[in-house]
């Protein structure tokens, strides 16, 4: 009984109350003496019985306590005799006195009962983040973007048609298990650093999807950094002649950071070009300096841009003939290819990116140098095809061929010294690379293209090795914060992906067999990674290789240092990544309890950070787990606790206040759950760290602060959120990415870059409205819209260059039969079958979707039409008239046909059009309801603007008021929906006032108090 008990006490607390009319009150008896007998006499024939027409059965309804229960069908009613469709036009029709009585009754109901419960919060149910929801909460949380709900069932909608609510959004066994998989693919995003976790947008468990997560990271540094001379010697034009400009007082510094490029490397350019000097390659390229044109006239900002481009054409081609080529160390019975001696030359190219080749400077009277001096190591060219050798051999010859006639090579005689210290000064201030992002086996001969580099590549097998190149960037143009921040990517690099170990351990049996004598395969057992790693086996290793260059009277003298630098640095690497890695440890858990509380959106309390590490214990003890795997586990339990995946909003205090007149009480939600709640509503996502740090300062229940940031949020990117979610399911246009009705062989332009371009203009269109604080009524009356490429190319707009990713905004849409959501090629796609138009279904989405009537579905044998216009032999207009003939039918379909057979002038595609597939000429000409005529889109829009715009603007109020509660709307709820569309136009129409009114109201604000929850044991 106990257990009994509980159960109806929290059924209770989930049922809406209202206040029954009770014996003798007015509304008692008016229905009695006028609704009940209205009833019988025009609506009980049909609307009774087992089979009730339009699945409404009147007769239930004998008393006026009947009829407030069930307030909301008698809204159908209301809706049916206020517009004069009910009774139907064949039936016996009530005086207009008796209909307007009933009228005035539900009216008077709906007004009594609004008022004794007025900011009722309302049954708001904990319930699971929707699939958006948790799609977009993991984007937010993760901070990328891995949609882990993807394969989950869709989402239920609610009565108001969101799925958003805990009416709709239950958990299956099987969902849980979904849930789970989501859970763990999420946690093999991790990407472990010194200070904690991050992630990744793939997966991170396999080596290679590490070394690419870090490599990216590195390249995509490397290719952010201003680094192309020509836009440094337009900045130092544009700094000289600033004057010229209306700059006078710029500095040089602000002129870096207009042309985008790094002041630290400006200033050494300038002071380079604006200096004097007589010989060599700067000198000649002060000479071009001084030719640059001075700005004149318009496009002056430019004038200087050819020869800046010339100007660094001869810097590059100064550098390419004066580079300096290094060769592996020479050991005999090892490869040049070892990484010993593999690193060793890479060092030196490292290092020497501003130093230059003397033997590149041709003095007369001295003999020219040979062509071996600019030659490849002939060891790196080892198993390459003939024909590759032979490209090699040319790009060698006509090298050492620039050497030998270059005039900017050519010395004096006995002026060997002075060029040699030009050449330097102009080598110093431009490398020949800032940096090296991708090398191949073939290094340095990279532009013949004979090998496809690999990314940060040390030139091993070309399969794998990392080498750092970079210190002129670093010294020349990366400032202080730079420098850290591409340190710090290195070292993440090491410690995420464990490059140095990793190589070491792919290329032990390489070495191990070259230096033993067996072959670089050497074909023995091979030790575990561990043992591979080891201190012992490393230094072992080492004195294999110094033992054959001891052996080799001949050997290079560099060898012997190359091989102690790279064993010592593999060493001191591995065993310095190991302490790292203990070291990060506390840090990674440290940051895996913040990571709970951003999930939970909320702080953790004591008990909880206690159960999470527990958990964490459990699974390095008894599971046997690393530490990694322990983490990610960790992380999928977070992530599968209700705390993160349900919506509770908890309420600040046991009581509350009771509403006036209703039987309910109802106490403020939490701060933390007010965060959530408005997050949810404008981003459909977690609240950010502002939102958080109000809601623990707890002055976000302040009505100031909470309104600031409501406006704040608004005009944030991720209120494209709110377009998509709320617009994408009061519209229905949600799902239209996945929209296949279409036959592509009848309309080949309906690709899937149109689809998605059809799927993104409103999404677009309504984020603009929000984000800028426009008025809702440019949802139906805006001369403009958002088009890319080929979306224009489907309106005959103008041609958009770019990318599909190009969106503009196009004015005077009107002109292409678009502007506003009317004329969208996803609404008037998606309401047709495939094959012909449907003016049934796009009036129906406009009189249901747009306007807001309910219209009943049709009964279940009304004959469908054909499939294909192609091949009507009559119009659809004039077929549609005909299925109008029935009285039945006739009722609904004249709400909403004329709609549809207004944009006839659009095909199936929601392309423009004269004729219908059948050859037949298209007419637009519509009646609308009540009589009106009009004509096309522009009828449409003009008939609304004249008799409907007041149903438009309820329904957005209704159903975005349905959306941001998370339920179907009660009686209790129309003084809000009054006060939203009162404040709406007083503000001008602006989207932005309808949410304020919203985020304000005790039902936002509040939750129901559970009195009675205290004996839900008894």
């Not at 599968?640 to 106490?667: H, Q």
């Not at 199936?908 to 004509?935: C, M, N, W, Y």
Request: hydrophobic share 40%; charged share 25%; proline share 6%.
């Amino acid at each position: 009984m106990r257990v009994k008990a509980g159960l109806v006490v929290l059924v209770s607390l989930a049922m809406p109350r209202v206040e029954a009319a009770g014996a003798g009150s007015d509304l008692e008896r008016r229905f009695a003496q006028t609704v009940h007998p209205f009833l019988n006499t025009y609506c009980i024939a049909c609307h009774s019985g087992s089979t009730p027409a339009a699945q409404f059965n009147l007769g239930a309804y004998s008393t006026a306590d009947s009829a407030i229960r069930d307030y909301a069908q008698w809204e159908r009613v209301l809706d049916r005799l206020s517009s004069g469709q009910m009774p139907p036009k064949p039936m016996k029709q009530p005086p207009a006195t008796d209909r307007q009585a009933v009228v005035d009754w539900i009216q008077a109901m709906r007004l009594s009962q609004a008022r004794k419960t007025a900011g009722d919060p309302g049954p708001v149910l904990a319930r699971r983040l929707s699939n958006s929801e948790y799609n977009d909460t993991i984007r937010d949380l993760t901070g990328v973007d891995i949609r882990p709900a993807r394969e989950f069932p869709v989402d239920p909608a609610n009565t108001a048609g969101f799925d958003n609510s805990g009416e709709s959004l239950g958990m299956s066994p099987e969902l849980l298990k979904k849930y789970l998989q989501a859970a763990h693919e999420v946690s093999d995003h991790l990407v472990f650093t010194q200070d904690g976790f991050s992630f990744s947008p793939y997966s991170m468990r396999a080596q290679t999807d590490r070394e690419k997560f870090a490599i990216q990271r590195i390249v995509s540094f490397y290719d952010r950094q201003p680094t192309e001379l020509a836009d440094y010697f337009h900045a130092a034009w544009l700094y000289k002649h600033r004057a010229s400009f209306g700059k006078s007082r710029a500095s040089l510094a602000e002129i870096a950071a207009e042309s985008k490029v790094s002041p630290k490397y400006l200033a050494l350019v300038w002071e380079a070009l604006e200096s004097k000097e007589e010989i060599g390659p700067l000198a000649r390229l002060q000479g071009m300096w001084r030719a640059l044109p001075a700005p004149n006239g318009r496009g002056a900002a430019d004038a200087a841009r050819p020869g800046c481009a010339e100007m660094r054409d001869f810097v590059v081609r100064i550098r390419r003939l004066t580079s300096e080529v290094f060769h592996a160390p020479r050991v005999a019975g090892l490869s040049t290819t070892s990484q010993p001696l593999m690193n060793w030359k890479l060092k030196n190219f490292a290092t020497h990116r501003q130093d230059f080749d003397r033997l590149a400077l041709r003095v007369e009277g001295e003999p020219l140098p040979p062509e071996s001096a600019v030659a490849l190591d002939p060891a790196a060219s080892a198993g390459i095809t003939p024909a590759d050798e032979q490209q090699i051999k040319k790009y060698v010859a006509s090298l050492a061929e620039g050497r030998r006639t270059d005039p900017d090579l050519a010395v004096p005689a006995g002026q060997r010294k002075r060029y040699e210290a030009a050449f330097a000064r102009f080598s110093r201030l431009f490398p020949n690379a800032f940096y090296i992002e991708e090398r191949s086996r073939f290094y340095p001969v990279d532009t013949l293209e004979l090998d496809k580099g690999r990314l940060l590549s040390a030139g091993f097998h070309n399969v794998t090795g990392y080498f750092r190149d970079d210190a002129p960037l670093v010294e020349l143009i990366l400032d202080e914060e730079g420098k850290r921040t591409l340190d710090r990517l290195w070292g993440d690099f090491e410690f995420l992906a464990g490059f140095t170990a990793h190589t070491w351990i792919e290329y032990y049996f390489d070495q191990s067999g070259e230096v033993r004598g067996r072959g670089r395969e050497s074909g023995s057992t091979r030790p575990s990674d561990e043992e591979i790693s080891s201190a012992a086996l490393i230094l072992e290793l080492r004195d294999l290789y110094l033992a054959k260059v001891a052996a080799d009277p001949k050997s290079d003298p560099a060898a012997k240092m190359a091989i102690e630098d790279h064993f010592q640095r593999v060493n001191g690497t591995i065993r310095s990544m190991e302490r790292l890695h203990e070291a990060a440890e506390p840090r990674q858990l440290e940051v895996l309890l913040k990571f709970a509380a951003r999930a939970y959106r909320r702080p953790l309390t004591q008990p909880e950070r206690e159960k999470i590490l527990a958990f964490y214990r459990l699974l390095r003890k008894e599971n046997d787990l690393t530490h990694e795997e322990a983490v990610r586990d960790s992380v999928a339990s977070i992530l599968m606790s209700p705390e993160f995946t349900y919506r509770i909003d908890l309420a600040e205090a046991a009581k509350g206040n009771r509403i006036p007149g209703a039987a309910v009480r109802a106490m403020p939600i939490s701060s933390y759950g007010l965060a959530s709640k408005l997050s949810y509503f404008l981003w459909s996502s977690m609240p950010d760290d502002e939102l958080l740090s109000h809601a623990a300062a707890g002055d976000l229940v302040r009505p100031d602060v909470l309104l600031g940031q409501t406006r704040r949020m608004l005009k944030d990117a991720r209120a494209r959120g709110l377009a998509l979610e709320f617009a994408g399911n009061w519209l229905d246009f949600r799902r239209f990415e996945e929209h296949n009705a279409v036959d592509r062989e009848r309309f080949p332009s309906f690709t899937n870059e149109l689809r998605e371009a059809m799927f993104e203009e409103p999404v677009r269109f309504i984020d603009d409205v929000i984000r800028n604080g426009r008025s809702v009524l440019d949802l139906l009356y805006g001369n403009y819209t958002f088009v890319n490429p080929v979306l224009a190319r489907h309106y005959g707009m103008p041609e958009v260059a770019g990318s599909g990713d190009t969106w503009v905004r196009v004015e005077d849409a009107n002109r292409y039969g678009r502007g506003g959501l009317l004329g969208m090629a996803v609404f008037l796609t998606q309401n047709s079958p495939g094959l012909r138009t449907s003016p049934v279904k796009r009036g129906f989405w406009v009189a249901r979707r747009v306007l807001g009537e309910v219209i009943p579905p049709p009964p279940p044998t009304v004959p469908e039409l054909p499939d294909d216009e192609a091949k009507l032999d009559l119009p659809l207009r004039q077929m549609l008239a005909r299925h109008r003939e029935n009285p039945v039918c006739a009722a609904c379909h004249a709400r909403f046909d004329s709609f549809g057979l207004a944009f006839e002038g659009y095909g199936p595609i929601g392309e423009k059009r004269t004729q219908d597939l059948a050859g037949h000429p298209v007419d637009t000409r519509a009646e609308f309801p009540g009589g009106i005529e009009g004509s096309g889109f522009a009828g449409v829009k003009a008939y609304i603007r004249e008799h409907r715009q007041n149903q438009f603007i309820g329904n957005l109020s209704r159903k975005l008021l349905a959306y941001a509660l998370g339920r179907s709307l009660q009686l209790s709820d129309e003084p809000t929906i009054d006060t939203m569309q009162t404040r709406l136009v007083a503000s001008g129409y602006r989207f932005a006032s309808l949410v304020e009114v919203i985020v304000a109201s005790p039902q936002f604000r509040t939750k129901r108090a559970a009195d009675a929850v205290a004996q839900k044991g008894e």
